[in-house]
């Protein structure tokens, strides 16, 4: 999760934020709003799934209302991570000697790890070659179902974003 979640900062977000109707109002709650990836997965899964608290006597509103408060939590983190990845991308592709044909950042929900930039280089190996020389990163070719050759790199910025890049290369010919 991010590294920006403070209490203050979830509690802007929750006064700014309109509560779903039928759940304990937030301020009632008596557990702080949850600041890691397995808080909010689990405060999530509570609501979802509020057979699976045995021995528990939580009411609904109250699961629904921890619920609805650890999504907007997650939506914090990720709009954090997407903001992080952008700027490492930014700087990667200032300092990258070759530009890429496209550029991708995914975070999805679920992800705990936090967001990949994701380079491609189409039909490139020069480039990608290049770009991973420039960061320091090693090349690996491994075979593509498609009978091509996938050759990617892979690593980490300064500010923690993980990032890959690859192409496809044409297989070699067969030997006769």
Do not use: C, K
């Not at 609501?47 to 619920?67: C, M, N």
């Not at 992080?84 to 995914?106: F, G, K």
């Amino acid at each position: 999760m991010s590294n920006h979640l403070t209490q203050p900062r979830i509690a802007a977000a929750l006064a700014a934020a309109t509560q779903p109707d039928g759940e304990t109002p937030w301020h009632l709650l008596l557990t702080r709003p949850p600041t890691t990836h397995t808080d909010v997965r689990q405060a999530i899964y509570r609501a979802e799934h509020p057979e699976d608290l045995f021995g528990f006597d939580v009411s609904r509103p109250t699961l629904q209302a921890e619920a609805s408060r650890a999504r907007i939590v997650q939506e914090l983190a990720r709009r954090d991570g997407y903001l992080s990845a952008m700027s490492a991308a930014e700087h990667m592709l200032s300092t990258s000697p070759v530009l890429p044909t496209r550029l991708t950042v995914e975070l999805s929900p679920w992800a705990e790890g936090g967001p990949v930039i994701s380079f491609s280089f189409h039909n490139s190996a020069a480039e990608l070659h290049a770009f991973a020389a420039h960061f320091g990163t090693e090349v690996t070719e491994t075979p593509h179902p498609n009978g091509d050759i996938r050759i990617e790199t892979s690593g980490t910025t300064e500010s923690g974003v993980r990032f890959e890049a690859y192409t496809l290369a044409d297989a070699p010919a067969a030997a006769e």
